[in-house]
């Protein structure tokens, strides 16, 4: 967990994670008009970086920067890499977007050596005199389908109908990550459209106003209102999913998410961590977050309001004189909180298992920011006490902030995943169904010359999702 601001250097770096997934080589970033090398930068969360072709703006899930000669910051395909209009007092302005030049000497006659770009996108050139100087504020772009997104060439997007209109903000921004060095999860700009084919018996079901048709392969993605179609803009059929992802056994017309998924707060932490049982009570009281003294171990959780923005809730363990006893205090952003409606906690622990509450509900915490209080539930099952040295695992909580869709996911059972900028993955969005009938071989060619229609001769279909009533499996390749 980082507590301070981190400034990303300006590295060596030959190739780049495009729009496609497949890592290729750029020119414009090594060539010898380069003044500075280049750097891979990511986001952590939901975004795009910008850049310009020098007539429309193209999006990249990494960022592959470098500074020519003239002192213009560009990605490695030699657009214009783009930041936000900056207003008096600091304040960012969307509507406006520029390219960035660094002076190549500074005001104290020192020359240009190195550029860093800060977690929010802050861009500051560095001059051999030693002075930072700040030129500008990275501009990052969401949509709200982002796996719609087109591929042009291997290294970035253009937006389409399908994917919606860009929404501009910056990094740390409600909505938006922050800027990483290196290349996180993949991220691919997908077309969003899929080939399927049955393997096994059925038919996926479409819906051409009203009249079924019926196809053994299809062609399908989202068009602009965010239904599934087919290549012949036949509404694609299906299970949709109720509030709680769970489906609903009803055939209707499916559709992807129109708008982005909304935040979550967090409501429940379950830590896991591991206390040395023959650790000594600390020698300074009491306790102070600063002073590391007063403490034995502490574990941080980043955790999410009710508008999406990241928090942290640390916890602190301190040894007590008594067997087996620790107290365990917490903070939220720094500022010591109450944890369980008390200033500390007592857990026990007999042959390294907890006995005392496992379960410790806390809150409500104002955060001053207009979210709603934070009211969460501490899991301490997790936490042990052995002879072992002080440890924290992956500690589990429930929140997560806006999120746009990254990529699509149809299994062999047909059902429609979906991750999303966030970290949340594999939801489940609907469920593709299949058709079978008792003839196949009577159905009917319809106009299109591809599909077929019922007919008599056919007999009534067997309607269900993939893999049951004798139906055969989905197998769906993303273009």
């Not at 967990?1 to 970033?29: H, K, Q, Y």
Request: aromatic share 6%; hydrophobic share 45%.
């Amino acid at each position: 967990m980082l507590r301070v601001p981190f400034l990303l250097p300006i590295l060596a770096v030959l190739g780049l994670t495009g729009c496609g997934g497949d890592e290729i080589t750029v020119s414009a970033c090594v060539s010898p008009d380069v003044l500075l090398p280049d750097v891979e930068l990511s986001i952590a969360g939901a975004g795009f970086f910008m850049t310009s072709n020098g007539s429309e703006l193209r999006y990249s899930p990494t960022g592959d920067f470098c500074v020519d000669q003239a002192g213009f910051l560009i990605n490695g395909l030699g657009q214009a890499v783009q930041i936000v209009g900056l207003e008096a007092g600091g304040s960012v302005n969307l509507g406006q977007l520029n390219g960035v030049q660094l002076p190549l000497v500074g005001e104290s006659g020192g020359v240009l050596t190195d550029v860093s770009v800060g977690a929010t996108g802050v861009i500051e050139a560095v001059y051999t005199a030693g002075s930072n100087v700040v030129v500008g504020r990275l501009a990052l772009a969401t949509f709200p389908s982002s796996q719609n997104l087109a591929a042009e060439g291997d290294a970035v997007c253009r937006e389409t109908l399908a994917s919606g209109v860009a929404r501009r903000g910056v990094a740390g921004q409600a909505g938006f990550g922050t800027v990483a060095q290196g290349t996180l999860a993949p991220f691919a700009c997908e077309h969003g459209r899929f080939d399927a084919q049955v393997a096994g018996e059925g038919y996926f079901v479409l819906n051409n106003a009203g009249v079924s048709h019926y196809d053994a392969s299809m062609i399908f993605g989202t068009d602009s209102l965010s239904n599934y179609v087919d290549d012949h803009g036949y509404r694609v059929s299906g299970y949709a999913v109720d509030a709680n992802g769970t489906i609903i056994p009803a055939i209707v017309d499916l559709t992807a998410p129109a708008d982005p998924m909304a935040p979550v707060a967090t409501s429940s932490i379950a830590l896991v961590v591991n206390l040395d049982s023959d650790a000594v009570p600390p020698p300074v009281t009491p306790l102070d977050p600063n002073d590391p003294l007063s403490y034995n171990f502490a574990a941080d959780v980043a955790i999410f309001d009710s508008f999406g923005i990241g928090h942290v809730a640390s916890f602190y363990f301190q040894k007590r004189a008594p067997a087996d006893t620790w107290d365990l205090s917490m903070t939220l952003d720094g500022a010591l909180v109450p944890v369980g409606g008390s200033p500390v906690q007592v857990l026990t622990f007999s042959a390294g298992v907890l006995t005392s509450a496992a379960s410790i509900s806390s809150g409500p915490y104002p955060l001053g920011n207009g979210a709603e209080d934070l009211v969460m539930t501490l899991q301490l099952a997790g936490v042990t006490q052995t002879s072992a040295a002080f440890s924290a695992g992956p500690s589990i909580q429930d929140g997560y902030t806006e999120g746009s869709v990254t990529a699509t996911h149809i299994t062999t059972a047909g059902e429609i995943r979906l991750d999303y900028s966030n970290g949340r993955s594999g939801v489940l969005q609907g469920q593709l169904v299949l058709a079978r009938f008792p003839v196949s071989g009577a159905l009917a060619l319809s106009a299109d010359g591809e599909t077929y229609l019922a007919t008599a001769g056919a007999g009534a279909p067997v309607v269900d999702v993939p893999g049951t009533a004798g139906l055969g499996e989905v197998m769906a390749t993303a273009r």
